[in-house]
Structure formats: C-alpha cells, structure tokens
C-alpha cells in the first residue's frame, strides 16, 4: 500500500467492500392532529384545524482502511460521520359556512390561515491520524479538517405563511361561481417583495338540468365550465437568495494576508426577486350519454406566465457570482385537452372498458429581461464538454419554446455521416463561431397520448395502459461525450464501450466544444410505451366450511415497462429536460400478488 493505485486498471472489488464500512441509521416521527367543531346553535358554522409534523434524524458513519482503492481518502485511512435533521411542521386554521337558502340557493363559504416551516440542519466531521510508529507526526491529525464544530454545520430553513377564503354558491343545482382568494407570503423573499395575491373565479352550467334538454334521458351529462385565476411559484430556489451573505474559506484554503488567515467571501444575492406569477383562462365541456356508460371532455387553455424565475449568466463584474435567480421575463402556453372514456361492452358475464386522453401545447417566450430581443439570449441545459457555467445545449429566446436546442448545423459526407468539425457558415462570414449556432427542435412533445383498457370475464380480469409522446427531441450526451475514438481515449476508458457501436461509423478521432453543440445528437425522441399489463382472478367463499364463510380475494401478475417503440438511439427516449446522460435504462418490473378478505 506504500504506491498509489492504477487508476487504468480496475479495482478489486471484494477489496473495496472489506475495506470500507458504511453505516447508517435514521429515525422518522411523524403525527397529525385534526379537530372540527360545531357553534353550539349555528351548526352550518364549522371551526377546523389540522396540525401536522414530520420529523427524520439520520445518521451515517464511514471508515476506509489504508488499503481502500480510492485517491481521494486518505494514505493512513480515514473515519467519519455526517448527520441530517429535517422538520416540516403546518398548520391549519379556517372557519366554513354551510346554508342552504330555500330550494335554489346554496352557500358554501370559507376563510382561514396556513403556516408552514421546512427546517435542515446538516454537520459532518472526518478524522486520519498518523499511526504512533510515524517518526516525525505519531498519533498526530493528518487532515486539515480533523475538526467538528460550526466550520461543519449548515443550517437552512423557508416559512411560507397563507391566508385564504373561498365562496361557492349554487343557483338551483344547475349554476354554479366559485371565487377564491389567497395571500401568500414567503420568506424566500424580501420584505418588499414577501407577499404575493392570487384570485381566481370559475363558473360551470349544468345544461342537463335545463327543461329544453332536461327530458332528453339518453343525455346524463352535459356540463361547461369556465375559470380564470392566478397561481405563484418559489420552489427551486435557495431559502436566503436576497440576503448579503458571505462563505468562509475552508481548511486547506487560509491566506496569510491578515490575523489567522480567516477570509470571508461575499455570496451572489438578489433583492429584487420575486414571486413567478401565472394566470390561466381555459374552458371545458362534459358530455356524458347512457347513464354515463360514454363520457368525453373537451378543454382549451392558455396560460401566461409572467417574472419567470430561472438561474442565469450574469455580466462579468455586476454580481458576486457569474450566475443568479433572477425573474427573467414571460412566455405563454396554449394546449387543447381531450378525454374519452366508455364501456364498449356490457353483458352478465363480459365488460370491456376502455379510455383515452390526448393533450396538444405549444408554448413560447414573449419576454426576456437584460438585452436586445432580437439577439439577446439565455443559454442554459448543460453539455458533457466544454464550458457548462456559461454555456448550454439549450437557450431561451424571445419567440422560441422554452425548450428549444442551440446548436450547430451539421455537415455530411456523401454517404450521411456527419463529418467532425464541419458545420455551416449561416452569418457568412467566413469563420464558425457562435453567430453560426441557431435554434432548432425542442424537448417537450407536441402531443401526449394516453390509452387505458380492462377486459372482465367472469372472474378474470386483464388490463394494460399506453402512453405515447410525439415530436419531442432529445439531446444524446451519452453519444456525443464518448464520440472521441482516438486509441488514446479508447486505453484510457473515456469512450463507453457500451456506445461504441453508435460511433462507429462517425469515426471521430476528437470532439470539441462545437462538436457536441452538433444538431445531430438532436435526434428524435417520439415514442410508444406500454407501461403495464395486468392478468388477475377474483375467488370469493374460498375454503367454505359451516360456519366459516370462506375467504375472499384476488390473484394477479403484473409486468410494468413492457415495450418501447421508437427510433431514438439512446437507451430511454423519455428523458426529463430533454438532456439523455443516463446509461442505465429503466427496468422490466414483475410482480406476482395476493390480497385476502377474511
């Protein structure tokens, strides 16, 4: 163990297991308190609360022999521990009015006030000591941070607080307004900007119920609806981001510049942020035939969302960071829902249900704050090489889906394949540099597609269910990070030989920042999955014996992850955010059950 590993050479495994212990063990408490009461003489008055708490506690302990094949521990060894508390704790206040006045008019009514608090509280300590034989250091810490104390502790938390009300009132079962209101305010923000109002007020006309379609019998549904109202977002941000804050310098990282060499450097903060604010119109229709045996929705919406809040690239000197939350602008979405659901077939013996939904969206940005609309751009979605803090596979852009690639365009040879470093001089200006990218497909679907149906035969049961998503992209940085073919890079593992077929035929000895910003690891990710199959049998009376009524229940085999049709060339084409560096594919799942009745 006197001589570094070979980090070329694979490590042993059975070693690296008697080599480590790892340690954990965690505690959750979790409770619920609910109470609703009654005014004595005013019962449509309820008086609620519900109070809750979840706590967890974990705790993991290491320690690594000297023999350990890892560089990053320690050459004697090294032991330690870290620990995580967290607590989420709500409550829950509010006053509801129930009346019905008369036949035709009904109210329901509610005002009350909700607290929440998300709490953490991490700390850690490692520890190597020279062994007693060392000459010069025996028993002494090895490690700069042999240390427990505040250096290690991190301590976080977010409290939003809410006060709301909502009034619903019904006009002879067949009109039906419902207004709400909430106030809600979050200590992610600062003082000026903590507190956000958001109405809404939808409407729905029971048209069955009207004399004029009333007596039609085969009609047992025929609903519209009608809504407007606004929502607020502040999660995926830190808890303290308008805070001037400042970080210490860690151990192994003192300057001796003044006293001890403690130097404290300031954090990126924001004052201004703010709430994300989004407003949605939509309109819908329920039809329902035969006792509801035939169902179908139709919805349409669009929704605006304005102070988007996204982590971007700021100008060199204007923060403490090169990148930021900021509210950055506005965009908007338009999408069409459709639903059909029915039972086909209905006798004694034989049911077949079956449904499907559809969803169309388009979406698009109509502002960005900090530049000229017609160039200014913010680059973001990460890439396998390169500059990832200033640069990404992706860019919002005024008038572009929110999803939509910045790349390169490719270059073939007269056989189809791309050819390394070849890309096309769009500015004409003679040189392939930034001005020649250009925005081309995105990662969300147009359409989405669902398809569900169950077959019952006597006691048998048999159901599947299918999705489909259509004309969504996704970026392969599985391929392009392991284009590189170079016999240099093949000895040193950096290609993935699981990929290599993929590469094959491009051949490339090298690839650059610009080749992986290549539209072709764009490559279409549509797809066709059957998501589940189920095959059971329901039994009742079994074992039926005198007074024993037997016992009822069901057998099932389920297999989830059944089938994927498509053309994409990575593993999975349903890759969240468009960004496939995944190589583990998701696996086919079986599952063999019973449930009992007794």
Not at 279 to 296: C, E, K, M, P, V
Not at 339 to 361: H, M, P, Q, R
Not at 560 to 574: A, W
Request: hydrophobic share 35%; glycine share 10%.
């Amino acid at each position: 163990w006197l001589q570094g590993p070979n980090t070329l050479a694979p490590g042993n495994p059975v070693a690296a297991i008697y080599n480590k212990v790892d340690k954990g063990r965690q505690h959750s408490y979790i409770g619920n308190f609910e109470a609703d009461y009654k005014i004595h003489g005013f019962e449509d008055l309820h008086l609620h609360m519900n109070a809750g708490a979840d706590m967890e506690f974990g705790r993991n302990t290491q320690e690594f022999s000297p023999y350990y094949f890892d560089t990053s521990k320690y050459y004697y060894g090294q032991t330690g521990w870290s620990s995580m508390r967290t607590s989420n704790v709500s409550l829950q206040l509010y006053a509801q009015y129930l009346h019905d006045f008369g036949k035709d008019h009904s109210v329901n009514a509610m005002a009350g006030y909700e607290y929440q608090r998300f709490h953490k509280n991490t700390d850690w300590f490692n520890e190597a000591y020279y062994p007693s034989t060392n000459l010069e250091k025996p028993g002494q810490p090895y490690a700069a941070n042999c240390s427990a104390g505040a250096q290690t502790r991190y301590r976080t938390e977010n409290i939003l607080v809410s006060f709301f009300g909502r009034f619903n009132y019904t006009f002879k079962d067949r009109y039906l307004f419902t207004f709400t209101i909430r106030d809600d305010g979050s200590s992610r923000f600062s003082k000026d900007n903590r507190w956000g109002i958001f109405p809404a007020a939808a409407f729905a006309w029971k048209i069955n119920e009207e004399k004029f379609i009333k007596n039609i019998d085969w009609i047992s549904d025929f609903k519209l609806r009608l809504g407007w109202g606004m929502t607020g977002q502040q999660e995926g941000i830190s808890d303290y981001p308008y805070l001037v804050t400042y970080t210490p310098n860690q151990n192994g990282a003192f300057y001796p510049i003044l006293g001890n060499g403690n130097t404290y450097r300031p954090d990126a903060y924001n004052a201004d942020l703010t709430w994300e604010k989004t407003t949605t119109w939509n309109g819908g229709i329920d039809f329902g035939i035969l006792n509801q045996r035939f169902t179908a929705s139709l919805d349409v919406y669009y929704r605006k969302t304005t102070d988007l809040i996204n982590n971007v690239t700021l100008s060199v000197g204007s923060n403490f960071s090169n990148k930021i939350n900021s509210n950055i602008g506005s965009l908007h979405n338009f999408g069409i829902e459709g639903a059909l659901s029915g039972n086909i077939i209905e006798t004694k013996d034989f049911t077949w249900n079956l449904g499907y939904n559809v969803t169309w969206n388009k979406n698009k940005i109509d502002e960005l704050v900090g530049g000229d609309e017609s160039s200014y751009r913010i680059p973001y979605g990460g890439l396998p090489i390169g500059d990832k803090s200033t640069d990404g596979i992706k860019a919002y852009h005024v008038g572009q889906a929110v999803s939509t690639y910045f790349v390169y365009q490719q270059v073939y040879d007269e056989k189809g394949e791309p050819i390394r470093g070849c890309y096309v001089d769009r500015d004409h200006n003679g040189v392939i540099n930034d001005g020649d990218r250009y925005y081309y497909k995105k990662a969300d679907p147009d359409v989405t597609m669902g398809l569900t149906s169950k077959f019952i035969y006597k006691n048998w049961d048999l159901s599947f269910s299918m999705r489909a998503n259509f004309n969504n992209y996704v970026y392969n940085a599985v391929e392009a990070s392991n284009a590189n073919l170079s016999l240099s890079s093949l000895y040193s593992g950096a290609a993935w030989h699981g990929v290599v077929d993929m590469d094959l035929q491009k051949n490339w000895t090298a690839a650059g920042a610009k080749d992986v910003l290549s539209d072709y690891f764009i490559q279409n990710a549509s797809f066709l999955k059957l998501d589940n199959i189920t095959l059971g049998y329901s039994f009742d009376r079994l074992f039926h014996n005198g007074s024993f009524s037997g016992l009822s229940g069901r057998i099932y085999a389920t297999a989830q992850n059944v089938l994927t049709v498509t053309k994409y060339k990575g593993l999975d084409p349903e890759v969240n955010g468009g960004y496939d560096s995944n190589i583990y594919p998701r696996p086919f799942t079986g599952i063999l059950g019973i449930s009992l009745n007794f």
